[in-house]
C-alpha cells in the first residue's frame, strides 16, 4: 500500500549533522580537515568591494572628457582621502587652477575618456564566516568554505527571527503549557538560551535583550505582537536578518500553543549544555527551518538511534501540524485518509486527509497543507 509523506519537522535526541560554512565568494579557508571548531572560531574569510563613488571630473575641471587624462594626478590602484586631490587643471598660461576631489576615501579605479567620470572605491568589507556549531572539520571546500560535522540533539521550530547566535541551555518554564512573561525572566539569563513553554509575550522577549540573553525557544508567540516588535511585515521574504540583539525560535505556531511534550522534555533535559540557535525561516521555495542544535559526544546506541528514519508516511494516527490558514499551527492527528481527489473551495482538485484535533474537532485539509511531525 502506498503512503502519503510530508516532510515535517524534526525533534531528536541524536542525529548525525553537516553544517556548509560557505563564503558569499572566494576567499581564505583558515581550517582544515580534522580540526575541532568552537561556534565563535572563524573558519574562513573574505572582502567585499567597497561602495562605488562617481566623480565628474571633466565637469569640476571644465574641460573634454577627452582632456581628462593629461589632468589627473592619481593613477589607477592609488588610494585617496575624502577632499584629496585626484585630477588638476590649468588655465589662462597657468594662473587659475580648477582642481577635482575625492568624495569617499579608498582608492581610485577607473577614469572614463567618454564621459570624463572617476570611479571611487571604497575600503573593501571584511566578511567573515564562524563554525556555528561545535565540530569537526569534514570537507574544505578550498577558497570557499568548509563541511563542520557533529553529533548533536536537534530541534527544528516553525518560525523564527534573529540570527546565528550560541550559549547556555537554562529553562524558565518547568511546563510546556506555562507563558513565558517578562517576570520569569532575570539577570541569571545573561548569555543563556531560555526555554518558554507556551507563549512567549512581547515584553518577556524585550526583557530578555535587556539582561542580554542569546536567545529563546517558546512553543507560539502573538502575531499581532511580531509587527510591533519588529516595526514592520516581514511578508514573505527571508527571516534571519533581523538586527534585535536576540534569536527567537518558535516550535509550534502563532498564538497561545503549547510547546509538544517532547520537544520541551527534550530541551529541560539538556539544560546546562551549550546549544547554537538560529531563527532563519523560509516558507516558500527551498524551505529553510529555524533550529537548536546541542552538539554531544555520540555513542554507538545513539549512532544507531539516529540513523534510524521516519519513513512509514502519513496514515491514520499520525501527528501533524497544519501549515495553512486557516488552521495554521494548530496540532492534531490523522484519522482520515480518503484515496480519491476531492474538490475544494477553490474548484480545483486534490488529495485531502481528515485531521481530528486535540478537543476532538474534526477538519478536512488538503495534504499539501500539512506537515508531519517527525520524532
Not at 566623480?55 to 571644465?62: D, E
Not at 581628462?68 to 577632499?83: F, T, Y
Not at 598660461?93 to 575625492?102: D, I, Q, T
Not at 526583557?207 to 511580531?226: E, H, M, P, Q, Y
Request: aromatic residues 6%; negative net charge; proline residues 5%.
Amino acid at each position: 500500500m502506498a503512503h502519503a509523506y510530508t516532510p515535517g519537522l524534526k525533534v531528536t535526541k541524536g542525529t548525525l549533522l553537516r553544517k556548509s560554512r560557505i563564503l558569499p565568494l572566494k576567499g581564505e579557508v583558515l581550517v582544515k580537515a580534522g580540526d575541532a571548531v568552537e561556534p565563535d572560531q572563524v573558519v574562513a574569510r573574505t572582502h567585499l568591494p567597497g561602495e562605488v563613488m562617481m566623480v565628474n571630473v571633466a565637469n569640476q575641471l571644465g574641460v573634454p572628457p577627452e582632456d581628462v587624462a593629461e589632468c589627473m594626478i592619481k593613477k589607477p590602484g592609488d588610494s585617496v582621502e575624502d577632499g584629496e586631490v585626484i585630477g588638476r587643471a590649468k588655465s589662462f598660461f597657468g594662473l587659475f587652477k580648477s582642481e577635482a576631489k575625492a568624495n569617499m576615501t579608498g582608492s581610485f579605479e577607473s577614469v572614463s575618456f567618454v564621459t570624463g567620470q572617476a570611479v571611487l572605491r571604497g575600503a573593501p568589507i571584511p566578511v567573515e564566516v564562524k563554525a556555528y556549531i561545535h565540530g569537526k572539520v569534514v570537507e574544505v571546500i578550498e577558497q570557499e568554505g568548509v563541511v563542520v560535522e557533529t553529533w548533536a540533539s536537534f530541534v527544528q521550530g516553525i518560525f523564527g527571527i534573529g540570527g546565528e547566535s550560541h550559549g547556555e541551555i537554562k529553562v524558565a518554564c518547568t511546563d510546556p503549557g506555562q507563558k513565558l512573561t517578562e517576570e520569569k525572566i532575570d539577570a541569571s539569563f545573561e548569555g543563556k538560551i531560555v526555554v518558554g513553554g507556551e507563549l512567549v509575550t512581547a515584553e518577556a522577549l524585550r526583557k530578555a535583550i535587556r539582561v542580554k540573553a542569546r536567545g529563546v525557544i517558546s512553543g507560539g508567540f502573538n502575531d499581532k505582537d511580531l509587527k510591533d516588535f519588529l516595526g514592520y511585515d516581514l511578508g514573505v521574504a527571508i527571516t534571519g536578518h533581523e538586527d534585535i540583539g536576540i534569536t527567537l525560535v518558535v516550535t509550534e505556531g502563532f498564538g497561545e500553543i503549547a510547546m509538544a511534550q517532547k520537544t520541551h522534555e527534550l530541551l529541560c533535559g539538556l539544560e546546562g549544555k551549550t546549544a547554537s540557535i538560529n531563527g532563519a525561516t523560509q516558507i516558500r521555495a527551498g524551505v529553510i527551518r529555524p533550529e537548536v542544535v546541542i552538539p554531544f559526544e555520540g555513542t554507538a546506541d545513539t549512532r544507531e538511534a539516529s540513523t534510524v528514519a521516519f519513513t512509514s508516511g502519513l496514515e491514520n494516527g499520525s501527528p501533524v501540524r497544519i501549515i495553512r490558514h486557516p488552521y495554521f499551527g494548530n496540532l492534531g492527528k490523522v484519522s482520515d485518509l480518503p484515496p480519491e481527489l476531492q474538490v475544494l473551495e477553490s474548484g480545483s482538485k486534490a488529495r485531502v486527509l481528515e485531521v481530528e484535533f486535540p478537543d476532538g474537532k474534526k477538519a478536512i485539509i488538503p495534504r499539501a497543507n500539512v506537515e508531519l511531525l517527525e520524532d
